[in-house]
Every structure is written in structure tokens, then in C-alpha cells.
């Protein structure tokens, strides 16, 4: 067989993909040639075109220690192949060309090579014998064979490796045995270097023999992700995104593999993101190794479930009531027999599954415990934790360790994962059974405030302190937000962190928004080796994506973006509300404030950029995954344009003036309906869809935009002051609300007209002229206070004031059917007030008066740039018949006010909420 040997291996960055010439810096006075010599040039190629791959090559003057002329990247042509790269050297007429081979493929070089330009210098390996040759020139010398009885996973990977070589070089590699002198490549089996090996660890060994390359893992995961790394070293092939468009494949003429040994293994075991919607994006994430192999998610429900307990064990759930759904309730952890029957359930599960290794015991989201509820016979004193929650993690691992005691008694090799989130954030104050593995949960781009970088540094060691394994649990959301969330160096940082710090699986909640680029794709890759070049990666996925000359454009955009979230956002009001004593905690993703920030310019360059990456992206593949990129862009720009910063409306010096303010409102509606359609049209594309579960529906984002601060109480002051209800501001609401159609532009209009006439409120009391009945005076905490007075008042005799009030604010509930409704509120706050905020929210209840959770909330008003007069703030609903299979009768309606510094003060008045339509 031919082959061809070569001598040094080292190690260097896998760079791949752009035409890149760069000259270097002496090449401006060079000192091999006459000093203003004609520029003269070099064209340099590789081959095994295989081993071109990201090759760095350089020129220089002769001798050892001669000055560097030029220097380039191979990358990929306009026709997907290794394309040469030319030098241009000055006036030098001869040089020395040097080639350092990526994937430590070893080093090229040539002496006394011409200038003259007339021939291309090809660069080879010196000796013979130690690179093995699969195909060449359409011609195939390799197998691909599986041991007898390889599971479903091997044989799929064996295929796949045949595939993708087919797609690189159009030569099928039979998958029968060998014939004599063809190369042999054995997936799967048991070849030597697999001891010791975590399960996902691979084995690529082309040195054994001269016609045998085995590429295999201790696992079938392990075999899996060998085949990949095999695809991605010596093919080139890269999975950037998810779908056709996503995978960049090379075209090759010779494929060939060095003789060497190759090994490699995780640096975290569990190495998984959720919310990747469709086997579309999972089948792209395990490409990039992705892989859950630790359960420890939200699961006490099944530990524990009401259909099989609540009718004999009342006891065992919050005030003994059955709970609904899987979420806002525990079991009792102080009620011994929850550790019988966790065990017994536990006991059955892995009777009934004995190859699975693990089992969650993972809190249920949203709170729900027993123990903190002064209404239930298990209530227990507790102090706060570091997130301003009840402390609950003396007693939870208290019962943690019982049940998983009891379980290893009959299941002493599984393993137990669970959640250190919400109340059970901190660590307890003794030893957690080593065969647990606590997810520590945490925003950690929150780390680029350094108070909250130092809490969570404190937290991990709390946890080192007490558990044998620790995992972290991350929210690199993309979905909910409406302008790309990127911030790849501080990821890096985190993940170089955990690594050095005992964290052996990484987790994240990722929910994807592809128009992040690289984000997610960068997760992974740090996952599996935290120690990586986030700046290496960064350029590797750009100029794979887009191009050489694409790239540049590209990595702008996204530079731009990234110095939004770790610069601007910081000092921020959005970012304030995680700086609370009380907070969740991830980042407040459903509170669109962020967007104060975006302005027009920020939307403006971000559209040049990308449409210049289109531009002059080469290839098909190129401009498509550009023009990708650039469609997902318009949700960010209609968002932006609709949520985006705006200045205060002020009051309107006459009808002209207040239908300016209008029509601007219907603007900003028209782009959040844009967003809210892109959504929608994005929902059937495997890649661009954004997973349900973080609609921008939720939390503010009702197509409803984020409108100018006071412009809602502006205009209706005004249609108040217009008696006639003649003029053109009023005539234009008219039309608007008359609209056949429903939208929210026209619940908007009607709400406008509503809370002008006064008529028609579903509320009680809404001016606080009775006292506060039948309205409820929440407080969260003990800190600030909450009462009527008379000087809060806008109308009327009396408002209500909230004085140094951390959070809290009026309630109300209401008997409502299905449809459209909206809800108004006032409020002023002393000119010069720089902190605060008001919100209204919506509640779904039923008819006994049971929450089914918050199903809408309005903007938050910030009080900083309307201090000093009453405006207004309003939320839109529509009210479903169910939520989650339960009929909703009532809604609540709370006007949250929120973090009012000591001493000062925000008073609220003439509240209402209108039935807007069906």
C-alpha cells in the first residue's frame, strides 16, 4: 500500500477553514532581497491534502536565523478544498518555506525555493512509510469493518465514518474485510491503551500495524465519540451548527492518517444541554459530544408521586392537600415515612432497570416545602441563604442521606443526583453521602459582577467542603432573550474555573436561539476540555461558517455583542435586580429591561456586518449558513425596535403632539408583532425554532412592545382633557380599537379609551377611596410598608403608599372567563428618585382560590427617568380556559413594587383592569 512516513509529532491547535495571507512584519524591510525589489510571490501546497488542514505556513530569508517574510493559513477554496496559499515575500528571490501541520501532524519544510511565481512549491513528508493512505485519486485503499455483534451505537458510527468519507473525497469505503493490502479500520473491539480510560474516552491507534487503524472506547459512547474525533482530525469535518447547512465538510483528493496513537478523554463526565428541540439539534449535540450520563433533575414527584400516596399518606404532602402538577410542592422531609416509601420507589426503579447507574432526587422546581409554611403542621423556624431564601438543606440531605443509605443497601454501585437550587442553594453543615452528586445551580454570566463572581467561588468551596462530586448547573439561556446573549470569554473563564476546582460535570439549561452563532457549539467544546483557546475556537467556527473573507464581519458582530452583555450591562437596572439580597438564581430572563440599552445603532452596524458576511461568504454552504445567521438576526432587530431604548414621553402640548406620541406607540407595536411573527415562521425550522417553552410570549413579551416611559398616562391624560372627543388622536384610538382583527395594537387602543371614559373596570375600589378592601397588602419580606394615605393620592381622597418597601404591593382578585384584558395603574414617586421599580402581573387561580401560576407580566417602569410626576404602566392578558388541565375562574392582579430604598418612597392609585375581547 502506498503510504507515506513522518517523523516528528507535535502538538498544535486544530485551526481549520479561511484563505489567509498575512505578511509579517519584517516583510517591509526585508533582508534576502533588493530593498524596493518588485513584490515577488511563493504558492505553497501541502500534501496529503488531509494533513493541510489548518497548516500555518511561512517564508522566510535563507539560513537559520533568517527574517520572516510573509506568513498564511491553509483553509478551505471556494470548492471546499485545501486551497494553496500564496506569500508574497517583497523583493527576495529566494527563501525557505516551513509548514506546521495542525492536529500535530509535525512540521514541513523546503530550502532555496524560487520566487518566480511560475510553479507551485509542494510540500511533503520526507520519508515515507508512516502515514496510511485510505483513498487517493478516487480510488478507495481502506475498510471499515465492527466485531461480530457490534451494538446499534458502534455499527452507526461505523456508518457514519464511511458517510462522511464518501462526502469528502466521493470515494464509498466497503464495509467488509479487508483484502490483501488494504488498510483495515476496526470500530469498535478492544485495543490496547483503553485501561484506565473514562467511559466517553477513545482510542485512535494507526500505529499498531501497518494495515490497521482501530479507533474504539472503553463504552459505546466512548467508540462513538472516537469515530467523530477521527472525522474531525483527519477529514476536516466540522458540525458548526445543527442541519445540512451546519456541517462543513472538506473535499479531498487523498485522505490519509499518520501512524500514531491517539487518546483523549473528558474532563467532565456529564456534559449536557437541554432545550435542543428535535433530533435535528440533539443528534448536531452528540456530534459534538454531548451526553448526560448523571440524573439529577427536578424529579420528587416520581420519588414520592400523590396518585399512589396522597389517599393512604395525606401526611406526606404540603398542609395535607393533593398536589397539582410536578411543580410548587415537596414531599415532607421532617415525615419519617417519605425515607420508606423514597426507598421503596428507588428499590423498584432499579429492580425494574438494573443498567441505568443513576437516579435523580432532584428538588421540584418552584418552591412548595413543607417545612417553610407556617400554615403546615411540619413548619420549622429556618434562617435565610445566601439567595435570601429559607434554608433548607439541614433537612433535605438529612433526608437525602437516609434514602440513598437505604437504596445502596440493596444498590451499592448507583449513584444520585440532585440539585443544589432555591432553598437548598447553600450546603449543609455535615457530610453528604459520597455517592451523591450535588449540581450546584448558578447564572454564571452573572460572574461578570464581581460580587457575585466572589459568592459563587464561596459557594463551590461550601460544596467541596461536604460532597464528594460536584457538578455545575449553568443558564446560557438564548431563547428568551431578544438580542444575542454571547459572552464566550467569560464561559471560558467558568469553565477553566470549575475545572481547576473539583467540578466533574457541566450542565446548562441552554434553550438555543442559533442566531448566538457559536455559543452553544463553544459549550460543548469546553465541556469536554476546559483548558481549550476560546479565541482558537472562536476564529476556527468563524471561518469555517462564513469564510476567510467573511470572518472578519462575522466575529465583529458577535464582538459586539459580547461587549454589550460584559460591559453595558453590569451597571445596568435589568442587571440590578440580581444584585438583591432575594434573588433566583438565574439571571431575570423574563424581564425584557435589558433592551433599554439597544439602541438603533446597535441595530444598524449589527445588520452591515451580517449583511457584508453574506456577501462575501464563497461557497453555497458559506452563504447560507451566513444568510442563516442573518434571518435570525431580524427577531433581534424587530424586538430591538420594539423593546429597544426610547426617551420619557412627556405630556402632549396639543393633538398634533399627542398623535406623534401615538403613532410612534404603533411603530414600536408593528415591530413587536414582526418579532412575534418571525417566531412563528421560525417554529418549522429544525434550527431557528425557539423552543416553547421559552416563548417571547411570556413575561412581558406579549407582542406588546416595551412602550416610552409615561406615553400610556400621556395619552390617555390627553383624550381625558379632549371633552369632545373630536380630535384626531381620538379618531385614530377609534379606528384602532374598531380593527376586526385582534391584536394587541387594538387591546392596547381599547385599554387607552377604557381607562379614559372610566368605564367598565372589573376592579373594586380601584382609587383606594374605602380603605384598601377588598384589596390584599403583600409584602415579601418584613423590610418597607404598605398603607393608604392621603397624600399618595391622584384622584380622589386618598392612594396607597409604599415607603422604603422592598417588594410587595396591592392585590386584587377577580372572577374573569376566557379572553383579552388589560389592566392599568398610576404611580408617582419624588422628583430625584433613582431606584425602584413597578410592575403589574397577572395571576391564574382557581375557583377555591388556588394558584396555577403568574400567566403575564407588564414591563418593569424603572423610576429613574420619570421622578417627579404620576405615569402609568400597564400589562395585557389573555386568559386561558386551562392551565396545565385545570379551569381558570379567577385572576389576580398585583401591581409588584419593587426595591424602594430606606427613607423613600412610591405611591400607587386609580388601578384598573377591562375586559378587552374575546
Known amino acids: 500500500m502506498p503510504a507515506i512516513r513522518a517523523g516528528v509529532r507535535i502538538a498544535l491547535p486544530a485551526l481549520a477553514a479561511a484563505v489567509v495571507v498575512v505578511p509579517s512584519a519584517e516583510a517591509a524591510t526585508p533582508r534576502c532581497g533588493p530593498p524596493g525589489g518588485a513584490g515577488r510571490t511563493v504558492e505553497v501546497r501541502i500534501e496529503p491534502a488531509s494533513a493541510a488542514l489548518g497548516a500555518t505556513v511561512e517564508a522566510r530569508c535563507p539560513g537559520r536565523r533568517g527574517a ?20 508574497r515575500v517583497g523583493g527576495a528571490r529566494v527563501v525557505s518555506v516551513r509548514a506546521s501541520l495542525a492536529h500535530g501532524f509535525g512540521v514541513m519544510s523546503r530550502r532555496a525555493v524560487r520566487s518566480d511565481g511560475r510553479r507551485a512549491v509542494v510540500l511533503k513528508p520526507r520519508r515515507s512509510g508512516a502515514w496510511l493512505t485510505l483513498v487517493q485519486n478516487g480510488t478507495a485503499h481502506a475498510v471499515v469493518t465492527t466485531p461480530s455483534g457490534a451494538p446499534d451505537r458502534v455499527t452507526r458510527a461505523a456508518d457514519r465514518l464511511v458517510d462522511y468519507v464518501r462526502r ?18 476496526h470500530v469498535g473491539g478492544r485495543p490496547n491503551g483503553l485501561a484506565g480510560l473514562d467511559g466517553d474516552g477513545f482510542v485512535i491507534d494507526a500505529a499498531a500495524t501497518a494495515d490497521r487503524i482501530d479507533v474504539a472506547g472503553p463504552t459505546d459512547w466512548g467508540t462513538q465519540i472516537g469515530v467523530d474525533e477521527f472525522l474531525e ?38 456534559r449536557q444541554l437541554s432545550g435542543l428541540p428535535g433530533t435535528v439539534q440533539l443528534e448536531w449535540a452528540e456530534r459534538n459530544r454531548m ?31 393533593e398536589p397539582v402538577g410536578t411543580t410548587r410542592w415537596q414531599p415532607c422531609f421532617t415525615e419519617p415515612g417519605t425515607v420508606t416509601a423514597a426507598i421503596r420507589e428507588i428499590d423498584a426503579y432499579f429492580d425494574a432497570n438494573p443498567a441505568e447507574e443513576s437516579f435523580s432526587l432532584g428538588v421540584n422546581d418552584s418552591s412548595g416545602y413543607c417545612e417553610t409554611n407556617r400554615d403546615d403542621s411540619h413548619y420549622v423556624a429556618t434562617r435565610t441563604n445566601s439567595l435570601g431564601r429559607a434554608h433548607m438543606s439541614e433537612i433535605y440531605f438529612r433526608w437525602v442521606n437516609e434514602v440513598v443509605e437505604g437504596v445502596l443497601r440493596e444498590h451499592p454501585d448507583k449513584w444520585f443526583g440532585l440539585l443544589g437550587y432555591s432553598e437548598v442553594n447553600d450546603p449543609p453543615e455535615f457530610q453528604i453521602n459520597p455517592r451523591v452528586v450535588v449540581f450546584v445551580t448558578e447564572d454564571r454570566m452573572g460572574w461578570i459582577h464581581p460580587s457575585i463572581e466572589r459568592q459563587g467561588h464561596d459557594q463551590l468551596a461550601g460544596w467541596n467542603a461536604v460532597a464528594r462530586q460536584v457538578g455545575f448547573y449553568d443558564y446560557i439561556y438564548g431563547a428568551p432573550y431578544a438580542v444575542p446573549r454571547f459572552y464566550p470569554h467569560r464561559m471560558a473563564q467558568t469553565y477553566r474555573y470549575a475545572a481547576a476546582n473539583g467540578v466533574t460535570s457541566q450542565y446548562a439549561e441552554n434553550y438555543a436561539n442559533w442566531g448566538e452563532g457559536p455559543k452553544t457549539w463553544l459549550a460543548l467544546r469546553l465541556s469536554w ?73 446597535d441595530l444598524v452596524q449589527s445588520r452591515q456586518w451580517l449583511e457584508d458576511a453574506v456577501r462575501l461568504a464563497q461557497t453555497p454552504a458559506q452563504r447560507a449558513r451566513a444568510g442563516q445567521l442573518l434571518r435570525a438576526f431580524e427577531y433581534y432587530e424587530a424586538s430591538g425596535r420594539a ?17 406623534r406620541l401615538l403613532s410612534d406607540v404603533e411603530r414600536r407595536f408593528t415591530s413587536a408583532r414582526a418579532a412575534l411573527d418571525l417566531f412563528q415562521q421560525f417554529s418549522t425550522d429544525p434550527v431557528l425554532l425557539h423552543p416553547t417553552q421559552m416563548s417571547p410570549t411570556r413575561g412581558g413579551f406579549l407582542g406588546s412592545p416595551n412602550l416610552p416611559d409615561g406615553a400610556s398616562a400621556a395619552l390617555v391624560d390627553w383624550l381625558v382633557g379632549d371633552t369632545t372627543q373630536s380630535g384626531a388622536t381620538w379618531l385614530r384610538l377609534r379606528t384602532l380599537a374598531a380593527d376586526p382583527q385582534a391584536s394587541p395594537l387594538r387591546s392596547f387602543a381599547r385599554l387607552l379609551i377604557a381607562d379614559a371614559e372610566g368605564r367598565g373596570s372589573l376592579l373594586v375600589n380601584a382609587g383606594f377611596e374605602t380603605g384598601t378592601t377588598p384589596w ?55 422628583a430625584g428618585a433613582s431606584a425602584g421599580g413597578v410592575q403589574l402581573t397577572v395571576n391564574a387561580m382557581t375557583a377555591d382560590g388556588r394558584s396555577l401560576g403568574q400567566i403575564a407580566a407588564g414591563p418593569i417602569r424603572s423610576v429613574a427617568t420619570i421622578s417627579g410626576r404620576w405615569v402609568g404602566t400597564e400589562v395585557f392578558v389573555n386568559v386561558p380556559e386551562t392551565v396545565g388541565g385545570t379551569a381558570v375562574a379567577r385572576i389576580q392582579l398585583v401591581a409588584v413594587v419593587d426595591n424602594v430604598p430606606a427613607g423613600a418612597y412610591v405611591d400607587l392609585d386609580d388601578v384598573g383592569l377591562y375586559r378587552l375581547g374575546d
Do not use: C
Open 68 to 87: 520572516s517574510l510573509a506568513s498564511g493559513r491553509v483553509t478551505l477554496g471556494a470548492d471546499g478544498r485545501p486551497a494553496p496559499v500564496r506569500l
Open 168 to 185: 469528502s473525497t466521493g470515494v464509498e469505503l466497503p464495509r467488509r474485510a479487508p483484502l490483501a493490502g488494504e488498510i483495515e479500520i
Open 233 to 270: 482530525r483527519y477529514v476536516g469535518v466540522r458540525w458548526l451548527m445543527p442541519g445540512a447547512d451546519g456541517e462543513d465538510v472538506p473535499q479531498l483528493q487523498t485522505l490519509a492518517v499518520p501512524e500514531e496513537v491517539r487518546s483523549d478523554e473528558p474532563a467532565n463526565m456529564t
Open 291 to 321: 451526553h448526560w450520563r448523571t440524573r439529577f433533575h427536578h424529579g420528587l414527584y416520581n420519588v414520592v408521586p400523590p396518585r399512589q400516596y396522597f389517599a393512604k399518606n395525606p401526611e406526606f404532602f404540603p398542609e395535607r392537600r
Open 529 to 601: 476540555d476546559p483548558q481549550a483557546d476560546v479565541d482558537v475556537l472562536l476564529r476556527e467556527w468563524f471561518e469555517r461558517a462564513v469564510g476567510p473573507d467573511a470572518a472578519p464581519a462575522l466575529a465583529s458582530y458577535y464582538d459586539h455583542w459580547e461587549r454589550f452583555w460584559t460591559e453595558r450591562i453590569p451597571s445596568s437596572a435589568w442587571f440590578a435586580i440580581h444584585l438583591k439580597p432575594r434573588r433566583l438564581p438565574y439571571l431575570p430572563f423574563f424581564t425584557p429591561t435589558y433592551m433599554d440599552l439597544v439602541t438603533e445603532d
Open 643 to 659: 423593546y429597544g431604548k426610547s426617551e420619557p414621553a412627556g405630556e402632549p402640548a396639543d393633538d398634533a403632539a399627542a398623535l
Open 776 to 830: 390584599s397588602l403583600w409584602r415579601a419580606t418584613t423590610v418597607g410598608t404598605l398603607a393608604r394615605n392621603a397624600a399618595a393620592a391622584r384622584t380622589g381622597t386618598a392612594g396607597l403608599r409604599a415607603t422604603g418597601l422592598e417588594r410587595g404591593g396591592p392585590t386584587q382578585i377577580v372572577p374573569v372567563s376566557r379572553g383579552v384584558y388589560g389592566a392599568v395603574a398610576r404611580f408617582r414617586v419624588p
